[in-house]
């Protein structure tokens, strides 16, 4: 079992920058393949990015390309999501994901574990 929780969410001008962290209990963490959603309002559920188990791999939806950075800390059980040049577009509930594999998964039903989400506005 893998409890998740995000922080860091909050309101930023577009232009601005946030990070947000994801915090994940129990031992296993490094086994576990880690991923970054997130929900607009009125829309889907939609892959921002997401990292292999080892931090050597990542993936990037084209709409966050060049401005999200994806990373993990395995010793202190922690993923991030960099934001930088936010635009209004990125309001969102972001949700972090764990699955257990060590490989990177695109597929939301394919993650295991979810977080409560954290909210990102960003104001034009």
């Known amino acids: 079992q893998v409890q998740l929780v995000e922080s860091g969410g909050g309101l930023v001008q577009a232009g601005g920058s946030l990070r947000l962290s994801c915090a994940a209990s129990g031992r296993t963490f490094r086994r576990y393949a880690m991923g970054w959603f997130r929900q607009a309002p009125g829309k889907e559920r939609e892959l921002a990015a997401a990292?292999?188990?080892?931090?050597?791999?990542?993936y990037y939806a084209d709409s966050v390309k060049g401005r999200f950075t994806i990373s993990r800390d395995n010793a202190k059980n922690t993923v991030y999501l960099q934001m930088n040049s936010l635009k209004p577009d990125d309001t969102a509930v972001y949700y972090c994901a764990a699955e257990n594999s060590p490989s990177l998964n695109v597929n939301p039903w394919e993650y295991d574990y979810w977080g409560q989400g954290t909210q990102v506005t960003v104001s034009s």
């Open positions: 990292i292999n188990w080892s931090g050597s791999s990542a």
